[in-house]
């Protein structure tokens, strides 16, 4: 088996090289878009280390790593062409982990069932899918919470 066997290997190994590139190549062709979503947070705003949010959150153990965000977003409906956008208050990170911020408004209080939850904050948990969840700060009440979501099969 002297000279069929080592093109025998070298066969099988170019194969399997050659199908590991094709599935990595596969994969980065239909990612979501969401999951490169660094290349969006480029355009964030400057950390403003005056405000009190980031303050906070820096007192509590994390860091700020991208100021305010917004993301615009192009609706079609029946034809016509609507404009709206999305705004991110902050992005934190801690442990390696990063988390999305949003803070607390008056104008806007946060119903605490699981629809209100997620009728406000799973949008941003779907839009940046690598982030480890949602920070909710609650500078007033001096609370910051985390929140996760999880999809069952049920």
């Not at 000279?3 to 239909?30: E, N, Q, T």
Request: charged share 30%; net charge negative.
């Amino acid at each position: 088996m002297g000279k069929y066997g080592d093109w025998l290997i070298m066969l099988i190994a170019s194969s399997v090289i050659i199908y590991w590139l094709y599935r990595m190549f596969y994969r980065w062709l239909h990612e979501p878009p969401g999951v490169n979503s660094k290349l969006l947070l480029s355009e964030a705003e400057d950390v403003n280390d005056e405000d009190e949010n980031v303050r906070y959150l820096e007192g509590n153990g994390y860091e700020v790593t991208h100021g305010k965000y917004r993301v615009p977003i192009t609706i079609d409906l029946d034809g016509e062409e609507l404009h709206s956008r999305l705004f991110i208050d902050m992005i934190a990170e801690r442990d390696g982990k990063h988390y999305i911020v949003k803070t607390a408004r008056d104008r806007m209080p946060m119903d605490w069932t699981g629809s209100g939850v997620r009728d406000r904050l799973l949008v941003y948990a779907l839009l940046f899918p690598e982030c480890e969840g949602v920070l909710f700060v609650d500078q007033r009440e001096r609370t910051i919470r985390t929140i996760t979501f999880q999809f069952s099969d049920k």
